[in-house]
């Protein structure tokens, strides 16, 4: 499968000027917070977005998540690591009340020490990413194997997240613009081909998409031949045109709002197509 156009894979996502580490710092912090208040609860709550989670559920995978990726950038390993291996999460001893891994979701009250373990294993990720060269060489799951492809994703996965979390003690704040546009791009030009490359995707048959931002110019024409995607900022017109704001875009995009949610012009039924052509990764 070969995706081309307007972002190559390889090196046309860094941004000099958009510091993701700073949107790392606030996302996380967004997300504590909200898990933090559903602390003495007598069940943690559902997480609608997710709903085979919890709250336990949902601080757990993202703090695993971390510790994963914090071993991956001080160990620099060439394949991927045992996700099995208990040493990766450096877990606490007194781990009473946390979820049953396998067993999601779990109901149970939502246990302060696990949030700690996540603000722990969060703030130790970032500083790592801040005393590492993004362009230094380390294994990914994806073609790009550089610690900025983990700085990138990580933050994009803090935001879609944190929203998921929000949405489950409250009202979700938006994504912030500068990186809702930005986690857009790294949509085309990394989950979709994963998400293609690793689930039985069907041929595309030259479904053309575009989607517009609504509080800014960016613009981004998607079109599915064979195995290929083109990724393009404009051109001929589409079966299906979706505006909406970067946030709603990429929070479509991530499968966490409906389609009612943003302006649908169009053969709707190529819109409903978009998520059998995108597996998720």
């Given at each position: ?237 589409c079966d299906v045109e979706v505006s909406g704001t970067a946030s709603d875009l990429m929070l479509f995009l991530w499968q966490r709002i409906p389609a009612t949610r943003i302006d649908v012009k169009g053969d709707r039924g190529v819109l409903d197509r978009y998520f059998t052509l995108v597996p998720r990764v």
């Open positions: 499968m070969t995706i081309s156009g307007r972002w190559p894979p390889e090196a046309g996502w860094q941004s000099d000027a958009m510091d993701y580490a700073a949107h790392f710092h606030r996302e996380i912090l967004a997300f504590e917070a909200a898990a933090r208040r559903a602390v003495g609860a007598d069940e943690a709550p559902a997480v609608p977005s997710c709903p085979d989670w919890t709250m336990s559920d949902l601080v757990q995978h993202l703090g695993g998540v971390h510790r994963y990726v914090i071993r991956v950038l001080e160990e620099r390993p060439t394949r991927a690591l045992d996700p099995m291996d208990p040493v990766i999460y450096r877990l606490p001893e007194d781990r009473e009340g946390w979820p049953v891994l396998g067993a999601a979701p779990n109901h149970g009250p939502l246990a302060e020490g696990l949030i700690d373990w996540f603000a722990d294993g969060a703030a130790t990720l970032e500083s790592t990413f801040r005393s590492s060269d993004s362009s230094d060489s380390v294994w990914t799951w994806s073609t790009q194997q550089t610690v900025g492809f983990w700085l990138r994703m990580q933050v994009i996965e803090a935001a879609v997240h944190r929203w998921d979390a929000e949405r489950a003690t409250g009202e979700p704040g938006p994504v912030d613009p500068e990186l809702a546009t930005d986690a857009i791009a790294q949509t085309f030009e990394v989950m979709v081909p994963a998400g293609r490359s690793r689930n039985s995707a069907p041929r595309g048959s030259g479904e053309r998409y575009r989607f517009s931002r609504t509080d800014g110019t960016d613009s981004w024409t998607v079109q599915f031949e064979g195995d290929d995607i083109l990724v393009t900022d404009g051109g001929d017109p």
